[in-house]
Structure formats: C-alpha cells, structure tokens
C-alpha cells in the first residue's frame, strides 16, 4: 500500500467540520479521535459527529477510539460507515472477537498501544487485525512531543508482521511533523496521523504532500 498519511480532526476547527475535511482531500483518511473523558483525560465526539463525517469526507474515515467499553462501542463506528476503526489494546475485554465484529461490519480493524504497552502480547493476534497503532504520545492531546522512546516498538512491530508474511499496517500517532515523520518511517511505519502538523500549516495540501515525500524517502524496500 505504501505511505499513506492519515490527518487529524483533533487539530481542526470543530464548528466548521465540512471545510476543514474539504482542506484535507489530497489526504488518504482522515483521522476521527474519539475520547470519551475516562480513558483519556479530554472529551471530544462521538457516533452522531462520526455519522455527519463520514457523509461529507472526501477521504475515508479512521475511527481512533480512545474509550473504554469498546466492546460495546466500536461496532457502532464500523456500522457508521467508518472504513477503519482502532480501539484500544488496554482497553478492550475480547480484542479477537471485538476485531472479527468489526470486519464483519465492514471496515478495517486496528489496535492501538499506548506508550507503555508492548506489542509482543499481541503478536499472536496479527491475523485478527489489519492494523497496529503504536502511539508515539500518551493519548488524550494534540500538539504534544513526540515520544522517540516509541519507535523501537514500531520497529519491533514491523519485523514481526514481515516475519508472519501478513499484510498488517503500522500507524504512528503523535507528534509526527516534518520533523520526526522520517525516523517513523525508517523504523517502519506505513500510515502516520498527523494533527497539528497539518491543520497547524497555511496550506494543508503542500503539508501533506510534504510529510508523504518526506516518509518515502525513509522508507525501506520490503524485505530491506
Ligand atoms: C492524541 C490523538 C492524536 C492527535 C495527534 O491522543 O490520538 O490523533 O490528534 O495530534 P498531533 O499530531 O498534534 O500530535
Ligand atoms: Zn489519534
């Protein structure tokens, strides 16, 4: 699939949400983070502001769902017509059977780890899921630093999907600018989210198109 950059809402103007997605068309996805105040420390949207987003986003939706209980929420997402959703490692009781309702409903099924949460626990799981979220913050904010303390886990997250031969992405949230975008890359990472990077810059596209140039050119050939 190749890089593919995936901006986030979080860093956008919430009362003009149509433009704001219309700002980000030349984007692959556009990244959704939901926070439902326990898991995380912010509050932000829920179902009937991912159902108004779906309707009128140029790009296909990925569903970031920093909540507890996704168990009983997440399908709701994927039933909303987002074409990714990602729950939380920490936070799921069945992470199998939540991601085979997810792809039953339809999308793409993502797990995401907070700093402290490895990934070796859940490598056996990598046939279930098309996706693993490594965040590179601790998730709850926007514009914070990112966490280069992260990327042995990107790393060590690619070598084991290559080593199971699937086809399993690895998205990086948190931090990723112009600045660290390539050391992401370089460790491994194939879908980067980017909020302030992108809706902080005068001109979203050029920035899009800057961090997707920027990320393939760290990229490594497969099997490199
Ligand atoms: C943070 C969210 C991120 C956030 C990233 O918990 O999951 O998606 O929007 O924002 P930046 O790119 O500004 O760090
Ligand atoms: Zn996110």
């Known amino acids: 699939m190749g890089v593919q950059i995936s901006p986030s809402l979080l860093s956008s103007d919430f009362v003009n949400l149509e433009s704001e ?23 932000t949207l829920g179902l009937p502001v991912v159902e108004r987003i779906v309707a ?12 507890d209980g996704p168990d009983r929420w997440a399908p709701g997402y994927a039933e909303a017509g987002a074409r990714n959703v990602t729950f939380h490692a920490e936070a799921a009781d069945a992470p199998v059977r939540l991601a085979r309702e997810v792809r039953r409903l339809g ?11 490895p990934v070796e626990p859940f490598v056996d799981l990598l046939p279930e899921v098309d996706m693993i979220l490594v965040m590179t ?25 290559s080593a199971s031969g699937l086809d399993v992405w690895v998205q990086v949230d948190g931090g990723v600018s112009a600045e660290t975008i390539e050391r992401c890359a370089e460790a491994g990472a194939d879908v980067f989210v980017a909020g302030s990077a992108v809706y902080g810059a005068e001109d979203a596209s050029k920035q899009i198109a800057n961090l997707r140039s920027l990320a393939e050119g760290a990229t490594h050939a497969p099997g490199v």
Do not use: Y
Not at 56 to 67: E, G, Y
């Open 21 to 43: 997605l219309a700002r980000i068309a030349d984007a692959d996805w556009a990244h959704v983070d939901v926070m439902d105040n326990h898991f995380v420390p912010n509050l």
């Open 56 to 67: 009128v986003s140029p790009v296909p939706v990925d569903c970031h769902l920093m909540i």
């Open 107 to 117: 999308a793409r099924a993502g797990l995401a780890l907070r700093p402290a949460t």
């Open 137 to 161: 913050v601790e998730p709850g904010f926007g514009g914070q630093e990112f966490l280069d303390v992260c990327l042995p886990k990107v790393r060590r997250a690619r070598q084991a999907i």
